[in-house]
Nanobody
Framework: VQLQASGGGLVQAGGSLRLSCAAS????????LGWFRQAPGKEREFVAA????????DYADSVKGRFIISRDNAKNTVYLQMNSLKPEDTAVYYC?????????????????????WGQGTQVTVSS
């Protein structure tokens, strides 16, 4: 699976952005997907994950209630809708995939759980 993230940009605090991650291949629907982010000088951190069917989602506490992860298996794409953005959301955002039909997302908040990574898209939130 090859992943291509897009949709990043510069936005003012309180604004919104929607990130997309398009995947190649015919096995997209058999993969759990996640979004991670890395700010300058910080470690990469978990943002959100969604299981293969879209029936289960998980979020970091820092984005819960503001971000929404979703997927469209017909379009081989996962989305991250980011609302009420804060300057601390500024980071490079990465999408990742792991082939699994698990219903739960146990352990999927760890980057080592994923097999495939996209190239990242920059999100900058100005105050």
């Amino acid at each position: 699976v090859q992943l291509q993230a897009s949709g990043g940009g510069l936005v003012q605090a309180g604004g919104s952005l929607r990130l997309s991650c398009a995947a190649s291949g015919r096995t997209f629907s058999s993969h759990a997907l996640g979004w991670f982010r890395q700010a300058p000088g910080k470690e990469r951190e978990f943002v959100a994950a969604i299981n293969w069917s879209g029936g289960s989602t998980d979020y970091a506490d820092s984005v819960k209630g503001r971000f929404i992860i979703s997927r469209d298996n017909a379009k081989n794409t996962v989305y991250l809708q980011m609302n009420s953005l804060k300057p601390e959301d500024t980071a490079v955002y990465y999408c990742a995939a792991r082939r699994t039909y698990a219903t739960t997302l146990y352990g999927m908040n760890r980057d080592r759980a994923y097999d495939y990574w996209g190239q990242g898209t920059q999100v900058t939130v100005s105050s």
